[in-house]
């Protein structure tokens, strides 16, 4: 069986935008940016687990519902 | 309760569980299901398993039985074909019959089951109770069963002796009850309640965390206890979480309660199936509040409550009006002497004999047994539907069995009201350009109202109306139980019989395509490779997955 260099990460929160520009908005947030431990692309993000509910709040406060999976 | 009869899902009789009679035995088994009584022991096992499987020898064999048989295998089909001894002849003895005759022996032994299992019709849980077929008495808390075919051929309904209780002349018409629309409205908000806490965190001790119980009740507006339409509904947090429980649908985890459904469970099943599980899981154990008695002793708390409840199955005519204390002046007649003869021996009077104990007896009992009806007719049962209470009157508290009611403790009556229910159609509801949806509570079905209880918000609830509003966050709400757009405005339209205002249809649209902007994962898989060369590698090879970057992959 081949071997492939990759890591796989468990129980990683994302979120995830239909457009890159829509991201851009909302890491301009402090809060969202510092909630957001890497950016995986141009239209999703990875989240530090415990910041998710504050990600919530926050996406609430801008008028954000967004669809959770 | 039943874990101990280790029996497939079905109830069935079978091989094994014939095993330990004697040849002797077996042979008076297979007598009473028309056999010679002459094989051996694996072929009177043989014959009665093959009567079993011929529906048509099962109803011959109901044909000839006497009406306190029937009537017991009635209630052991109700009871889900499992049941106590005892509470086999208590509710016998609720329904007119006398099972243990001129029998002597106190309450913790009965002597008419043992017949029922002489005559082939029942078995017992044999790990549990050592019992034999010459027995002429078994423990009342020995667990019995019945065959589900044997159960399933049952022609109904079982004869009731009527109660002595004589309806009121007055008219009803002013009497409160709750629509069964009002019910499923309110097992709704409860189950999405629970839903919200996640749950119920237990202490120590086992019990639901004061906070916990507080937040639920704030949740659901009895942070003072409930109401309805005047009549007190006593302890409802109290009952409402034990029922949920019994039910199946909270389960006690490490250190918490969990819920094991979802509000879409309300709608998977006829409602009045479901009223009748919770009721049967209420009469389990029904959460009132015992009055104390020097006089009354009946085995066990709930003996009492779930007696009454029975003799309510038996009054002449559950249509009419009843008042508690003429109730319960008839169900004394039925079971008075019987649970005042349960006290243990020690507790007994001498002179019960005497007219004067007598008296005092009877007085005792038929206050006792009035607080109980009141407390469960008002409480559990007006909750549920099931009766239209008018005020207390000299007479006591004044009920009567609504049609839902009717069919939910009656026994002949469900599959036509059900049909009558079905006929009736119209539009459920009006959907204002303001986003007011307004519900006619006699049209609207219970998936209909499961629907606007998920995708909407309730803010007013009549006798006859509801209002909700459809607002962006409800929708979202809705959505995220997995209904599409073309569902939502689909199931809308249906409801109004009509085309939805466009205003609303349009900002419905605007709404869904908002929430399709962002999407939240909070626990995924993420592979992440050193290089996309590699990753590419990896899905050629057939790594199942999609693109979140150059680097990473979401993972199913």
């Given at each position: 069986?081949?071997?492939?260099?990759?890591?796989?990460?468990?129980?990683?929160?994302?979120?995830?935008?239909?457009?890159?520009?829509?991201?851009?908005?909302?890491?301009?947030?402090?809060?969202?940016?510092?909630?957001?431990?890497?950016?995986?692309?141009?239209?999703?993000?990875?989240?530090?687990?415990?910041?998710?509910?504050?990600?919530?709040?926050?996406?609430?406060?801008?008028?954000?519902?967004?669809?959770?999976? | 309760?039943?874990?101990?009869?280790?029996?497939?899902?079905?109830?069935?009789?079978?091989?094994?569980?014939?095993?330990?009679?004697?040849?002797?035995?077996?042979?008076?088994?297979?007598?009473?299901?028309?056999?010679?009584?002459?094989?051996?022991?694996?072929?009177?096992?043989?014959?009665?398993?093959?009567?079993?499987?011929?529906?048509?020898?099962?109803?011959?064999?109901?044909?000839?039985?006497?009406?306190?048989?029937?009537?017991?295998?009635?209630?052991?089909?109700?009871?889900?074909?499992?049941?106590?001894?005892?509470?086999?002849?208590?509710?016998?003895?609720?329904?007119?019959?006398?099972?243990?005759?001129?029998?002597?022996?106190?309450?913790?032994?009965?002597?008419?089951?043992?017949?029922?299992?002489?005559?082939?019709?029942?078995?017992?849980?044999?790990?549990?109770?050592?019992?034999?077929?010459?027995?002429?008495?078994?423990?009342?808390?020995?667990?019995?069963?019945?065959?589900?075919?044997?159960?399933?051929?049952?022609?109904?309904?079982?004869?009731?002796?009527?109660?002595?209780?004589?309806?009121?002349?007055?008219?009803?018409?002013?009497?409160?009850y709750r629509r069964p629309s009002h019910v499923l409205m309110d097992?709704?908000?409860?189950?999405?309640?629970?839903?919200?806490?996640?749950?119920?965190?237990?202490?120590?001790?086992?019990?639901?965390?004061?906070?916990?119980?507080?937040?639920?009740?704030?949740?659901?507006?009895?942070?003072?206890?409930?109401?309805?339409?005047?009549?007190?509904?006593?302890?409802?947090?109290?009952?409402?979480?034990?029922?949920?429980?019994?039910?199946?649908?909270?389960?006690?985890?490490?250190?918490?309660?969990?819920?094991?459904?979802?509000?879409?469970?309300?709608?998977?099943?006829?409602?009045?199936?479901?009223?009748?599980?919770?009721?049967?899981?209420?009469?389990?154990?029904?959460?009132?509040?015992?009055?104390?008695?020097?006089?009354?002793?009946?085995?066990?708390?709930?003996?009492?409550?779930?007696?009454l409840v029975y003799c309510m199955r038996a009054l002449p005519e559950?249509?009419?009006?009843?008042?508690?204390?003429?109730?319960?002046?008839?169900?004394?007649?039925?079971?008075?002497?019987?649970?005042?003869?349960?006290?243990?021996?020690?507790?007994?009077?001498?002179?019960?004999?005497?007219?004067?104990?007598?008296?005092?007896?009877?007085?005792?009992?038929?206050?006792?047994?009035?607080?109980?009806?009141?407390?469960?007719?008002?409480?559990?049962?007006?909750?549920?539907?099931?009766?239209?209470?008018?005020?207390?009157?000299?007479?006591?508290?004044?009920?009567?069995?609504?049609?839902?009611?009717?069919?939910?403790?009656?026994?002949?009556?469900?599959?036509?009201?059900?049909?009558?229910?079905?006929?009736?159609?119209?539009?459920?509801?009006?959907?204002?350009?303001?986003?007011?949806?307004?519900?006619?509570?006699?049209?609207?079905?219970?998936?209909?109202?499961?629907?606007?209880?998920?995708?909407?918000?309730?803010?007013?609830?009549?006798?006859?109306?509801?209002?909700?509003?459809?607002?962006?966050?409800?929708?979202?709400?809705?959505?995220?139980?997995?209904?599409?757009?073309?569902?939502?405005?689909?199931?809308?339209?249906?409801?109004?019989?009509?085309?939805?205002?466009?205003?609303?249809?349009?900002?419905?649209?605007?709404?869904?395509?908002?929430?399709?902007?962002?999407?939240?994962?909070?626990?995924?898989?993420?592979?992440?490779?050193?290089?996309?060369?590699?990753?590419?590698?990896?899905?050629?090879?057939?790594?199942?997955?999609?693109?979140?970057?150059?680097?990473?992959?979401?993972?199913?």
């Amino acid at each position: 069986m081949s071997k492939y260099d990759a890591v796989v990460h468990e129980n990683v929160p994302i979120i995830e935008v239909t457009e890159s520009v829509l991201l851009d908005q909302l890491l301009a947030d402090p809060i969202l940016a510092f909630a957001v431990v890497k950016r995986l692309g141009p239209t999703a993000a990875a989240i530090d687990p415990v910041m998710l509910e504050q990600v919530m709040k926050q996406l609430a406060k801008y008028g954000h519902l967004p669809k959770v999976v | 309760m039943i874990t101990s009869i280790k029996l497939d899902s079905q109830l069935r009789f079978t091989a094994e569980t014939f095993r330990p009679f004697s040849e002797v035995e077996l042979r008076n088994l297979s007598k009473t299901w028309g056999g010679s009584g002459t094989w051996r022991k694996t072929g009177c096992i043989k014959y009665i398993l093959d009567s079993l499987a011929q529906p048509e020898r099962i109803r011959e064999r109901l044909s000839i039985l006497p009406e306190m048989d029937m009537a017991a295998l009635w209630i052991l089909r109700e009871q889900g074909g499992v049941m106590r001894a005892g509470d086999l002849e208590w509710i016998l003895r609720c329904y007119g019959y006398n099972p243990s005759g001129g029998t002597t022996l106190g309450y913790n032994r009965c002597v008419y089951v043992p017949q029922l299992i002489q005559n082939g019709l029942l078995l017992w849980d044999q790990e549990d109770y050592f019992f034999s077929l010459n027995s002429r008495s078994i423990s009342s808390h020995t667990l019995v069963w019945i065959d589900g075919r044997i159960t399933d051929e049952l022609m109904g309904p079982p004869t009731i002796v009527p109660l002595n209780a004589h309806p009121l002349q007055a008219p009803a018409d002013a009497a409160a009850y709750r629509r069964p629309s009002h019910v499923l409205m309110d097992c709704l908000a409860i189950t999405r309640a629970l839903q919200q806490m996640q749950g119920l965190r237990l202490t120590q001790q086992g019990t639901v965390r004061v906070a916990d119980v507080r937040q639920f009740a704030k949740l659901l507006g009895w942070e003072k206890g409930a109401t309805y339409a005047g009549f007190t509904f006593p302890n409802i947090v109290e009952v409402v979480l034990a029922i949920w429980t019994r039910c199946h649908w909270l389960v006690k985890g490490d250190g918490e309660v969990k819920l094991t459904i979802t509000p879409e469970y309300f709608n998977s099943k006829p409602f009045e199936e479901i009223v009748s599980l919770m009721m049967g899981s209420y009469l389990a154990r029904p959460r009132v509040t015992y009055p104390h008695s020097d006089i009354i002793y009946t085995g066990e708390e709930a003996t009492l409550p779930v007696g009454l409840v029975y003799c309510m199955r038996a009054l002449p005519e559950m249509a009419r009006t009843y008042a508690t204390s003429h109730f319960a002046a008839a169900a004394y007649q039925r079971i008075g002497d019987y649970t005042m003869r349960l006290r243990p021996y020690y507790q007994q009077r001498p002179g019960l004999a005497e007219k004067d104990a007598d008296a005092e007896a009877k007085k005792q009992w038929l206050t006792i047994a009035d607080t109980l009806c009141t407390e469960m007719l008002t409480g559990w049962m007006y909750w549920l539907g099931l009766v239209a209470l008018q005020q207390e009157s000299s007479e006591g508290l004044i009920f009567r069995f609504t049609e839902f009611g009717q069919r939910i403790m009656g026994y002949g009556v469900r599959a036509k009201a059900a049909k009558k229910a079905a006929e009736t159609a119209g539009p459920a509801w009006v959907v204002q350009p303001n986003f007011d949806v307004i519900v006619y509570l006699d049209n609207v079905t219970p998936e209909q109202l499961a629907f606007l209880e998920t995708h909407g918000e309730r803010r007013q609830m009549e006798m006859h109306t509801a209002r909700y509003v459809l607002t962006r966050e409800s929708i979202h709400h809705g959505m995220d139980t997995g209904t599409s757009l073309k569902d939502v405005i689909a199931a809308l339209r249906a409801g109004a019989s009509a085309a939805l205002p466009q205003n609303v249809e349009r900002e419905i649209r605007s709404w869904a395509e908002l929430r399709e902007r962002i999407t939240v994962h909070p626990a995924c898989r993420i592979i992440a490779f050193e290089t996309s060369r590699e990753r590419d590698r990896a899905l050629q090879a057939g790594l199942q997955g999609r693109l979140l970057g150059d680097l990473y992959v979401l993972a199913p």
